[in-house]
């Protein structure tokens, strides 16, 4: 199964877009990308997938590059609200089964 | 409502005793996942199942078992054969239509 890389912990201020980078330059090219997060002592939180193209929806978009090694999780307008630690996941084809990393921790700073 | 409902919040044990987590949910997926969560670390897969009366291992089921009666229902035993259960356990289902992942609330457990 493709293996993702996330940087350990981020900061963001309030107001700006949160830009999360995600490595999975194994993935094939039928693997999804999945971002999930999670706020301390809740279960994760589906936010965005994505396959080849850029995704958008009222939570956050979803670049993928070209040769789809790499994606970037982007929050328009970070809120308080948006600190957790969020995941990239690579789902495997014709599987539903996830394999989380231990993510980004994400800090909105007012 | 719909959703995954994971009770206790917290489950408190003292070593030795077997301990069983109940997770129902109400969104008719088909299938059902266990997941243990240590601190600071993701997410490591227990067990699944994809219909009623089957299940399979996940990468973490020693000391652990499952029952998979009715469709609603995927309750985990902790066994006291599992070295280091203290955790915090979150079952999830997987909606084929929308291709998700849905989490429920967790169990935080102890063991004394």
């Known amino acids: 199964d493709a293996k993702t890389t996330q940087p350990p912990s981020m900061d963001c201020a309030e107001g700006r877009a949160a830009n999360l980078p995600c490595n999975h330059s194994?993935?094939?090219?039928?693997?999804?990308v999945y971002w999930y997060r999670q706020i301390h002592s809740q279960g994760p939180q589906y936010i965005i997938h994505g396959l080849k193209n850029n995704e958008t929806n009222e939570m956050a978009s979803l670049i993928i590059t070209e040769d789809r090694k790499s994606s970037t999780l982007i929050l328009p307008h970070a809120t308080l609200r948006d600190t957790a630690v969020y995941y990239c996941i690579v789902r495997p084809a014709g599987g539903n089964q996830f394999y989380f990393g231990t993510g980004t921790s994400l800090t909105v700073i007012p | 409502d719909g959703g995954i409902t994971q009770s206790p919040k917290y489950l408190f044990r003292k070593e030795g005793q077997n301990v069983t987590l109940s997770c129902e949910q109400n969104?008719?997926?088909?299938?059902m996942y266990w997941y243990r969560q240590d601190p600071g670390q993701g997410l490591r897969l227990i067990y699944y199942?994809?219909?009623?009366?089957?299940?399979q291992k996940g990468d973490i089921a020693e000391g652990y078992s499952v029952s998979r009666e009715k469709k609603e229902s995927f309750p985990l035993t902790v066994t006291s054969a599992q070295k280091n259960p203290t955790a915090f356990y979150l079952c999830a289902t997987w909606d084929g239509s929308y291709n998700e992942q849905f989490f429920g609330p967790g169990t935080r457990l102890t063991v004394l």
């Open positions: 194994t993935i094939s090219g039928n693997e999804y």
């Open positions: 199942s994809q219909i009623v009366n089957d299940f």
């Open positions: 969104l008719n997926h088909d299938a």
